[in-house]
């Protein structure tokens, strides 16, 4: 029974607690960096004073291809 309270029961509780509890502080208003990284670059390299990019751009890539027609054929295995 001990087993089962702890297993089951005290984490389906505290799960379920979770999303009752309010956060003691409140969420960050504009852009999101959730894992710090414009702090920590800031800190390691200095701020630049620019502005985030409003919206990304992919890079225009393009597949490698390899011609491999001048090299000579495999030989069988014997």
């Avoid at 089951?8 to 003691?24: M, T």
């Avoid at 960096?33 to 390299?45: C, E, I, K, R, Y």
Wanted: charged fraction near 25%; glycine fraction near 8%; charge should be negative.
């Amino acid at each position: 029974m001990l087993a089962f309270t702890l297993l089951i029961v005290l984490p389906a509780a505290l799960i379920a607690l979770s999303f009752r509890i309010r956060p003691l502080v409140p969420a960050d208003e504009g852009p999101r960096d959730v894992l710090g990284v414009n702090l920590a670059s800031g800190g390691l390299f200095g701020s630049h004073g620019l502005a985030a990019d409003p919206r990304s751009v992919r890079e225009e890539t393009e597949p490698v291809r390899f011609d491999l027609s001048a090299l000579p054929a495999p030989r069988e295995r014997e």
